[in-house]
């Protein structure tokens, strides 16, 4: 099993930003797209931001202008930049990755908005 490999989170005050990553344990995988979910009720996790292998993207209307994703072909790797953090952001990111066969996910860093 590939496991992915997060980085960021933490607490933050409100008009802040942090940024999360998300990388695979192996670079030698064909990744179609990558992306960050949060935790909602009743263990649903719903999507924030993702990238696909053409470099399309997608964000939920949640964060409409605070939208930034990038990635990084050479690692595999993508970054979420959170900008502009709310306390309603507060949540649990999942990152996901996506390929022709299965789908990974990440442990989950918590990330924490208030004064």
């Known amino acids: 099993q590939v496991q992915l490999m997060e980085s960021g989170g933490g607490w933050v005050q409100p008009g802040g930003s942090l940024s999360l990553s998300c990388a695979p344990s192996?670079?030698?995988?064909?990744?179609?797209?990558m992306g960050w979910y949060r935790q909602v009720q009743g263990d649903q996790r719903e999507m924030v931001a993702r990238?696909?292998?053409?470099?399309?993207?997608s964000y939920a209307d949640s964060v409409k202008g605070r939208r930034t994703i990038s990635q990084n072909k050479a690692r595999n790797s993508v970054t979420r930049q959170m900008i502009s953090l709310k306390p309603e952001d507060t949540a649990v990111y999942y990152c996901?990755?996506?390929?022709?066969?299965?789908?990974?996910w990440g442990q989950g860093p918590q990330v924490t908005v208030s004064a």
């Open positions: 996901k990755m996506g390929t022709s066969e299965r789908e990974d």
């Open positions: 192996t670079t030698a995988l064909a990744i179609y797209s």
């Open positions: 990238i696909a292998v053409d470099g399309s993207t």
